[in-house]
Structure formats: C-alpha cells, structure tokens
C-alpha cells in the first residue's frame, strides 16, 4: 500500500528537517516530477521512501517501520528460514553448484561443497518472488493471502507469474505464511539481502546444507520452469512476426 502523502512528509521533515525538495531528489536520484506527483496524488511509493532513506544513510526497514501499514518491521526482524534462502538463489548459481558437487576433481557426487567458489548472485533473480512464496506455501497460502487481502487468487497468481508482488502484498504473504517480513520485501527487490539484516553467507550456508539429491531435484525443477517460460516467449515471438508478415 502507498504511504500516506502527509505522513511521508511529516517522516521527511522529521529525518531531513533542513532539507528541500530538490535536496532530497538530487541525492536520492528521483525525478522532482515523480515525486511531485506522488506527493500530488496523495500516495507515495514504498520505493520512493527506500531510496530516499538510503541517500540519507537510514535504515530502509526502519523507515517503513515508522508508517502505521508496516509497524510490524519494528524491531529484530524474524531470519528467513533455510527454504527462503534457498528460494533467492538464482538457477545458474544452483546448476553450478550441481556442477560442482559432481566434478571428478571435487571427488565426484557426494565430495560436498567446493571451497573457493565464486559469491552467489544477489537477490532477486528472474523468479525469486514465486521461488520465495512457492518456498513457504503449505498449499493453501494462496487462497489465506486472498481472503485476508481481497486480491483475487488470479491477480495473485498473474503478479508471481511476472515476477512481481507489491509490498503491501508481500508482508500480507510472510504474515499469511507465519514467516518473517524481510524474505518477501528482498524477494521483490524493496530491500537489499544486507538492509534485510541477512548474514553475508546465509545464501550459501543454506546451499551448502542442501543434500546432493535434493540440490539436483530443485535444479532440475528450475530448469523444467525456464523451459517452459522460454517455449512460451518463442511461441508469443513467432505470433508476432506471423501478424507483422500478414500485414506485409
């Protein structure tokens, strides 16, 4: 949910007193238009807030934490659990590690992690949101996120299909799943792994931990989802260059 126009002034004047407008926009990066418009319209965007507290060196979940819509990221924020982790790790980084575990020079299936590995891709990847609910759902997430939201299960569906989920919707999630905050705000790429308080090798501890089996079946699922969202992209490429031959 947009943050209240006049409560994001008030939290403006409040961490930036002696600062204008076209301060706060020249340090932050956002156009004076959007914000102005935001402002206008009486909604400003949670992102709008993040940026603008990382130019002033703040804590992106305090801020939002200070608005009454997010009041439950106050405090020591619930970790992520070992699925969630897992969930925001990018399928290229899963298949080398599947690689890794199973090179002749690492003593083959079964050797275990390889040291001097390069770091883990940042979340989020190009399916971290629905890798990161599909990681928590109990198999009727989907249908308490909508009752307790009023968002149609298709609405719900069409946003993790593109990649996307608002973080209204995202804390609705985690608090519909019994889940801490942070993995869905990463997950839609609000905050980064670092502003969510996630050790620096969460990712890969939970990585490692993940048995030979288990690693190989996932990154086979991946891989199965990439397939499929391909094929999909070349159909729709190949309908669209038969409508522009037929318009000749």
């Known amino acids: 949910m947009p943050l209240p126009a006049k409560a994001f002034q008030l939290w403006l004047h409040g961490v930036a007193p002696t600062a204008s407008t076209a301060d706060i926009c020249r340090i932050s990066g956002i156009k004076r238009t959007t914000l102005a418009q935001q402002l206008v319209r009486g909604k400003v965007a949670e ?3 993040v940026s603008i507290s990382r130019a002033l060196r703040l804590s992106p979940l305090t801020a939002l934490a ?21 969930s925001q790790i990018a399928t290229m980084d899963l298949l080398r590690a599947v690689i890794d575990r199973s ?12 040291a001097g590995r390069p770091a883990l ?13 599909d990681s928590i759902d109990d198999g009727e997430l ?22 996307r989920l608002s973080p209204e919707l995202a804390v609705a999630t985690a608090r519909a799943a019994g889940v801490g905050f942070t993995g869905g705000l990463v997950a839609t790429g609000l905050i980064t792994e670092e502003e969510a308080g996630w050790p620096p ?8 931990a993940l048995p030979d089996g ?27 260059e038969k409508i522009w031959e037929n318009l000749g």
């Open 103 to 114: 090179s002749p020079a690492d003593g083959g299936a079964g050797a275990g992690p390889r």
């Open 47 to 49: 992102n709008t807030l």
């Open 201 to 208: 090798d969460a990712k890969q501890s939970a990585l490692d």
């Open 66 to 86: 200070s608005f009454d819509h997010y009041a439950e990221l106050a405090g020591n924020p619930q970790p992520p659990t070992p699925a969630e982790l897992v």
């Open 142 to 163: 989907r249908h308490r996120v909508s009752a307790a939201t009023g968002v149609a299960p298709q609405n719900y569906s069409a946003q993790l299909t593109a990649n």
């Open 121 to 133: 891709s940042p979340a989020p990847h190009a399916t971290s949101v629905r890798n990161w609910v």
């Open 214 to 240: 288990e690693l190989t079946a996932l990154a086979g699922e991946r891989l199965q989802t990439l397939g499929k969202t391909l094929r999909r992209q070349e159909q729709e490429q190949a309908q669209t």
